[in-house]
């Protein structure tokens, strides 16, 4: 028998026997004592995330799942139609056409848009778009000076202008988290479109 096997056996043995060693009647106590001690930390963690959360207790919104879950945001994408060319308007809102399942850059100060065009493509492509208030912090385009942290509208060529106030009727989409100078982009924190008249 050569060194390599009486390594072998050796590894064999010792193998046995701390898989005997942890067998033990004691040993076996001790494990499912710690495991059952690291369940309960555990639980009472998952207790408190969910009380201090307003959530129902034992509800852990950190591993929650649900086969109703979809999608993680609100990003989609939007078939090629053969009609409406996108590959020049990224950055820019898309809002129904008044065709069912159609979607065009949006053209309405007063009509909620839907969602920006992420990555323009010609009408035979799809192109990603995100639903505004589903997504995070996006660039839109600046149809105007913008300053930062001003509420931002949309206007009636697909991009975004500073909310004109109370008194007039608009749709805000969201809050510039930066300065932007009139035909750039700017980076908004979306919310879902909100007309406006009174504040």
Same mark, same amino acid.
């Given at each position: 028998?050569?060194?390599?096997?009486?390594?072998?056996?050796?590894?064999?043995? /010792?193998?046995?026997?701390?898989?005997?060693?942890? /067998?033990?009647?004691?040993?076996?106590?001790?494990?499912?004592?710690?495991?059952?001690?690291?369940?309960?930390?555990?639980?009472?963690?998952?207790?408190?995330?969910?009380?201090?959360?307003? /959530?129902?207790?034992?509800?852990?919104?950190?591993?929650?799942?649900?086969? $109703?879950?979809?999608?993680?945001?609100?990003?989609?994408?939007?078939?090629?139609?053969?009609?409406?060319?996108?590959?020049?308007?990224?950055?820019?809102?898309?809002?129904?056409?008044?065709?069912?399942?159609?979607?065009?850059?949006?053209?309405?100060?007063?009509?909620?848009?839907?969602?920006?065009?992420?990555?323009?493509?010609?009408?035979?492509?799809?192109?990603?778009?995100?639903? $505004?208030?589903?997504?995070?912090?996006?660039?839109?385009?600046?149809?105007?000076?913008?300053?930062?942290?001003?509420?931002?509208?949309?206007?009636?060529?697909?991009?975004?202008?500073?909310?004109?106030?109370?008194?007039?009727?608009?749709?805000?989409?969201?809050?510039? $988290?930066?300065?932007?100078?009139?035909?750039?982009?700017?980076?908004?924190?979306?919310?879902?479109?909100?007309?406006?008249?009174?504040?």
């Amino acid at each position: 028998m050569n060194t390599t096997k009486y390594i072998a056996l050796a590894a064999t043995m /010792l193998a046995i026997g701390f898989i005997t060693w942890l /067998l033990q009647p004691a040993r076996l106590r001790k494990i499912q004592a710690r495991a059952r001690w690291h369940f309960a930390k555990w639980r009472a963690a998952s207790m408190v995330r969910s009380y201090r959360a307003g /959530l129902p207790v034992g509800f852990d919104p950190v591993n929650f799942n649900s086969a $109703l879950f979809a999608r993680t945001n609100g990003v989609f994408q939007y078939a090629g139609d053969g009609v409406t060319d996108f590959s020049a308007k990224t950055g820019l809102l898309a809002a129904n056409s008044g065709t069912a399942n159609l979607l065009v850059v949006n053209t309405s100060t007063t009509v909620p848009a839907v969602a920006v065009i992420l990555n323009g493509q010609n009408s035979s492509l799809p192109t990603d778009m995100g639903v $505004l208030g589903a997504i995070g912090p996006v660039r839109l385009w600046a149809s105007g000076a913008i300053n930062k942290y001003q509420r931002v509208q949309q206007d009636g060529a697909g991009g975004v202008v500073v909310d004109a106030g109370a008194g007039n009727q608009r749709v805000v989409v969201g809050v510039a $988290l930066e300065a932007a100078t009139a035909g750039s982009y700017v980076i908004v924190a979306t919310i879902a479109p909100a007309p406006l008249d009174t504040w």
